[in-house]
């Protein structure tokens, strides 16, 4: 639940420190850090596991027996935000106290008899702690102010709960710990008052909410861990399916884009931004048709499977794609199965399918050739489909060996062969077995004619 821990033999960056490994494991919930000290001893704590955060009816456990008896003064010092990270940005680095922004909250932890401090506590509203003390204390809240404060006559014999509300910063880091310092010299002067007056406390210090993002709804139910600084993938839209009378999905078509141009004119129009339906579609098992009815456009997609006893399987092809004008009934028809094909139990996927280049897309009617269509990251199955709602593996059809494969296979051959062979000359040199003496006669070599 909490920590009993005495400060004498310590500083506030040892506090810090204990903090961040109480916390290292995160959590989703809503939480601020708990101090308490007191100039009577406070009951002693058992040290929680690594990470518990401590419920608000674990505090008020604590609590019970802390105020159970006699009159109790409580400061509550209220920040509007505070969270550990304030502590670990702003508490001075390896217990350098001129860094430090709470160099008197420190030296109130250090002489008070005994402290207690709960790092994580669930954080269920603005006004659960004040409400908490009020209970306990079974006293009225008085918002004090610190200037103040030395006037104000305290009657000890009953309990009194004076809250100090302190502010918090903006996203400055300087302003931050300017604050924050101005917030650490408001506790000291409150505490040197009660002091002067010879009264005994218990006090407080704590936040309204946490500082941190954490708190936002959005956050609430994410799964907190180590993620890539990215931005966030745009939803992906579903495939088109289209479902036989038994209910099953028996053909599925998905595009990135399915951009028509019109004769006449040099813009695309893609159709995928719009909606469509699938009335008129139709399958069995060796045809199927996809109809995509558009508000002023019409696209068929025909399909066929059967057996090749070459490959000895069933393969299903494309055989057209037909594209219908509402307003004039012109029609352009285009042939697929030369380049749409895949085994009958896959789907078929293609980056580019297009008129225009790279032509899968050959046009079938005269009118088709003033026709322009183009579909990006396209895939199609019309046949086994097995999985429901997702496609069969797709065969791509950018084959393994591309032309510039080819190329660079041929060419590292040839150039291989050439290397061979000149290694090959070159171990087939013999150097001469006579030589001239310089001291001897010389190599006379007959001529015969």
Same mark, same amino acid.
């Given at each position: 639940?909490?920590?009993?821990?005495?400060?004498?033999?310590?500083?506030?960056?040892?506090?810090?420190?204990?903090?961040?490994?109480?916390?290292?494991?995160?959590?989703?919930?809503?939480?601020?850090?708990?101090?308490?000290?007191?100039?009577?001893?406070?009951?002693?704590?058992?040290?929680?596991?690594?990470?518990?955060?401590?419920?608000?009816?674990?505090?008020?456990?604590?609590?019970?027996?802390?105020?159970?008896? #006699?009159?109790?003064?409580?400061?509550?010092?209220?920040?509007?935000?505070?969270?550990?990270?304030?502590?670990?940005?702003?508490?001075?680095?390896? #217990?350098?106290?001129?860094?430090?922004?709470?160099?008197?909250?420190?030296?109130?932890?250090?002489?008070?008899?005994?402290?207690?401090?709960?790092?994580?506590?669930?954080?269920?509203?603005?006004?659960?702690?004040?409400?908490?003390?009020?209970?306990?204390?079974?006293?009225?809240?008085?918002?004090?102010?610190?200037?103040?404060?030395?006037?104000?006559?305290?009657?000890?014999?009953?309990?009194?709960?004076?809250?100090?509300?302190?502010?918090?910063?903006?996203?400055?880091?300087?302003?931050?710990?300017?604050?924050?310092?101005?917030?650490?010299?408001?506790?000291?002067?409150?505490?040197?008052?009660?002091?002067?007056?010879?009264?005994?406390?218990?006090?407080?210090?704590?936040?309204?909410?946490?500082?941190?993002?954490?708190?936002?709804?959005?956050?609430?139910?994410?799964?907190?861990?180590?993620?890539?600084?990215?931005?966030?993938?745009?939803?992906?839209?579903?495939?088109?399916?289209?479902?036989?009378?038994?209910?099953?999905?028996?053909?599925?078509?998905?595009?990135?884009?399915?951009?028509?141009?019109?004769?006449?004119?040099?813009?695309?129009?893609?159709?995928?931004?719009?909606?469509?339906?699938?009335?008129?579609?139709?399958?069995?098992?060796?045809?199927?048709?996809?109809?995509?009815?558009?508000?002023?456009?019409?696209?068929?997609?025909?399909?066929?499977?059967?057996?090749?006893?070459?490959?000895?399987?069933?393969?299903?092809?494309?055989?057209?794609?037909?594209?219908?004008?509402?307003?004039?009934?012109?029609?352009?028809?285009?042939?697929?199965?030369?380049?749409?094909?895949?085994?009958?139990?896959?789907?078929?996927?293609?980056?580019?399918?297009?008129?225009?280049?790279?032509?899968?897309?050959?046009?079938?009617?005269?009118?088709?050739?003033?026709?322009?269509?183009?579909?990006?990251?396209?895939?199609?199955?019309?046949?086994?489909?097995?999985?429901?709602?997702?496609?069969?593996?797709?065969?791509?059809?950018?084959?393994?060996f591309t032309a510039g494969i080819w190329m660079g296979l041929v060419t590292s051959l040839l150039m291989?062969?050439?290397?061979?062979?000149?290694?090959?000359?070159?171990?087939?040199?013999?150097?001469?077995?006579?030589?001239?003496?310089?001291? #001897?006669?010389?190599?006379?070599?007959?001529?015969?004619?």
């Amino acid at each position: 639940m909490a920590e009993s821990k005495n400060f004498s033999n310590g500083s506030i960056m040892a506090f810090i420190f204990f903090f961040a490994a109480f916390l290292a494991s995160g959590s989703s919930t809503a939480q601020v850090p708990f101090l308490m000290w007191s100039t009577k001893s406070l009951p002693s704590l058992t040290s929680p596991p690594a990470g518990h955060i401590t419920s608000m009816e674990e505090l008020a456990a604590y609590l019970t027996p802390v105020f159970g008896s #006699g009159s109790n003064t409580v400061l509550l010092f209220l920040q509007d935000k505070l969270s550990k990270d304030d502590f670990t940005l702003f508490g001075g680095v390896f #217990g350098n106290k001129e860094e430090s922004a709470f160099r008197n909250l420190e030296a109130a932890l250090q002489s008070s008899s005994s402290s207690v401090s709960f790092p994580a506590l669930e954080w269920t509203g603005e006004s659960a702690i004040p409400t908490l003390l009020q209970q306990k204390l079974g006293a009225s809240p008085l918002l004090v102010d610190p200037d103040t404060l030395s006037h104000l006559s305290l009657n000890t014999s009953t309990s009194n709960l004076l809250i100090i509300n302190l502010p918090y910063c903006s996203d400055s880091l300087k302003s931050c710990k300017e604050v924050l310092s101005n917030n650490d010299e408001i506790i000291g002067k409150v505490l040197s008052s009660l002091k002067a007056k010879d009264v005994s406390y218990t006090a407080a210090y704590t936040g309204l909410q946490p500082s941190q993002a954490i708190l936002k709804s959005s956050l609430l139910n994410q799964q907190v861990g180590r993620t890539l600084l990215q931005a966030p993938a745009a939803d992906v839209k579903a495939p088109i399916t289209f479902s036989n009378t038994t209910g099953f999905p028996c053909i599925m078509l998905w595009a990135q884009n399915l951009s028509i141009s019109p004769p006449g004119s040099t813009d695309f129009i893609d159709l995928a931004q719009e909606n469509a339906t699938v009335i008129g579609s139709m399958c069995n098992s060796t045809n199927s048709e996809l109809v995509l009815t558009y508000v002023n456009y019409t696209l068929r997609f025909a399909m066929s499977q059967r057996f090749y006893p070459v490959s000895a399987r069933n393969w299903f092809t494309l055989d057209s794609v037909q594209v219908q004008v509402h307003s004039s009934g012109q029609t352009a028809s285009f042939v697929g199965s030369h380049g749409i094909y895949a085994p009958a139990e896959y789907s078929f996927h293609c980056q580019s399918v297009s008129s225009v280049r790279d032509t899968l897309l050959v046009p079938a009617n005269q009118n088709a050739t003033q026709w322009k269509l183009n579909f990006v990251d396209f895939q199609i199955q019309g046949f086994s489909l097995a999985n429901g709602t997702n496609f069969s593996y797709a065969s791509d059809c950018a084959s393994f060996f591309t032309a510039g494969i080819w190329m660079g296979l041929v060419t590292s051959l040839l150039m291989l062969l050439i290397f061979v062979y000149g290694l090959h000359m070159i171990m087939q040199l013999n150097t001469m077995d006579r030589f001239d003496d310089p001291k #001897g006669p010389t190599i006379s070599v007959p001529q015969s004619d």
